[in-house]
């Protein structure tokens, strides 16, 4: 049988809870709102990182679809979107403002469960739009392709990221609360979908063999039709029908990606890939990574370069980057595997290459 292909979207430390509002079926039905293409989604988790993939077959259409648009026509359909994002985006920020500084201990059980719903109804509106430009990036690498089109969309992933980061604030001190009240570790309460967590508070209860299976190994997917969590041998069976794409495993002394933010340093490198990893990093140092988000910007301030395997010219690293003035190269195959704690490199962010010296 041949497998199906994934096209691999980014590879990120978080787990089902946070990856959830990402690819919940809400989200792709507004992306099918508003582009009259479902796209399908197939993420597996494995070592605390989340493989984040769409299905190869259903991306081919929607790329179709855009490139039979001309150059004016490429710019109002991405401003379309752009526009949907930032009329919806005023619920989400209302959510962030209202529960930034909420004491969750003194809240009842039914107003937790009114915080996780709410987040349910309001974050999954605006994740889609994100991944849009994620896919121009995949599709349009280099930095002269549609850079009016990737300048457009791309303030809007930004927009979302910074918002995202303070949500994300908002998810851990609400999970901490409900698993508190549930004895449950919040490390585990990361591995419930939000409608799990809510039936926490109902006096339902995920087993703990269940929970323990997840961390191992599970995969969150819509390809059986509702988005959905597997883990254990049902996982197993269900990725035997995909290719599943996975970092570099190639060690190369020369590599090449994307340069975001011209310049050239050398330096000593430090890989940062989960969070448990923030405290090693130390000033002056080159910045490693898979991917990064907002919660990595105390460690970019301090890097003197910042080097990341996948992302393209929207993604966070990119922007923030050249808000920071650093040396930035993103999109570098095989550079997890390639270098180690304390390899001393050349980084030449105006060609995009990272040379072992």
Known sequence: MKKKSLQLLGVWNELPFSVWVWHCDAAKKHFYDLTSRYVHTFIYTKDELSYQCFLTDTLELLKSDFERLKSREQMRYVGRITKDYYKRVKPFERYINKYRAARFRSFTDAQLIRAVREMVRVFPPLTMQAWYSVLIDIWYPSSEQRVSVKRVIGGSRDHLGRLHAHSAKI???LLREIGRRSHQNLHGMYYLFPEEVIQILEGKHVSDVVLQQRMKFCVTTDTRGRYSIYSGAVAKKV????????????KQNVLRGVPANPGTVRGRVRKVVLNSEFGKFKHGEILVTLQTMVHYLPLMKKSKAILTEFGGLTSHAAIVSRELGKPCIVGISN?????????????????GIVRKI
Do not use: M, T
């Not at 990725?239 to 970092?247: A, I």
């Open 335 to 351: 550079l997890i595997a390639s270098l180690k704690d304390g390899d001393r490199v050349e980084v030449d962010a105006e060609r």
């Open 171 to 173: 998810d851990d001190v």
């Open 239 to 250: 990725v035997q029908r995909y290719d599943l794409p996975k970092q570099g495993s190639k």
